[in-house]
């Protein structure tokens, strides 16, 4: 198993461009989440999914998008990009939604110019 | 807002020495509890989980909670120069769709 993956691990993007950050698991886990990292800081959390076709926000959902049309993939989508989301971000699973344990991607590295 | 606050850091301790980490919660509903270890540059990777009051020992970590003062704790034995690393409190309610409310986080500095 690989686990969970995340592309493109670091990134430049001009203000105003769009970009997807891809993330894919295979231990077939219903939910997942998307954090941002600034530094220094804790994780906080953008979006997340318990299962295909279904989202719903985090705590910091602004300026981001998501779907979830297969189990394995959820990708985080910026429009717009801002220096704000300067940031790295984390894509990460689990089984279920008490006890388990969440497992997280390598994440991407943002920079935004 | 559910929060989690750790102490403030960075925390520096000889090697050999137990490291102390701790962590409190505003949300009394929280029922899963879990510490995170994230090397510089690299993602979190869990190293300890409680559930229940008490204290839940695995090698040289030692995970304590007390629910009633809504707190939790990380014991570190026998600190070594690899124990080096931010050390993240991550707590998970019972209604919250497996989300976790992180903390911001302590550095922790093992020295020779």
């Known amino acids: 198993n690989a686990g969970v993956t995340q592309t493109p691990k670091f990134r430049i993007l001009k203000i105003g461009q769009s970009m997807t950050l891809q993330c894919t698991q295979d231990?077939?886990?219903?939910?997942m989440y998307w954090y941002r990292q600034d530094p220094g800081m804790g994780l906080k959390l953008i979006y997340y999914?318990?299962?295909?076709?279904?989202?719903d926000k985090g705590e910091v959902p602004n300026g981001y998008n998501v779907s979830r049309s297969t189990t394995e993939d959820f990708p985080l989508r910026l429009e717009l990009a801002a220096p704000s989301q300067t940031s790295v971000y984390f894509c990460a699973s689990t089984k279920g939604a008490t006890q388990e344990t969440q497992y997280f991607g390598p994440g991407t590295r943002l920079l935004v110019l | 807002q559910k929060e989690v606050e750790q102490n403030s850091g960075p925390l520096s301790v000889p090697e050999g020495a137990i490291a102390s980490l701790n962590c409190t919660y505003s949300?009394?509903?929280?029922?899963?509890f879990f510490w995170y270890r994230q090397y510089s540059g690299k993602s979190p990777e869990l190293i300890m989980s409680?559930?229940?009051?008490g204290d839940k020992e695995d090698g040289r970590f030692t995970a304590q909670l007390n629910k009633a003062s809504q707190y939790v704790s990380l014991l570190i034995r026998d600190s070594q120069p690899s124990d080096s690393a931010t050390y993240l409190c991550a707590v998970k309610s019972g209604t919250s769709y497996g989300k976790l409310t992180f903390g911001q986080g302590t550095i922790l500095t093992v020295h020779p």
């Open positions: 409680i559930y229940s009051n």
């Open positions: 949300d009394r509903v929280s029922q899963s």
């Open positions: 999914s318990v299962g295909a076709g279904i989202t």
């Open positions: 231990m077939n886990h219903n939910y």
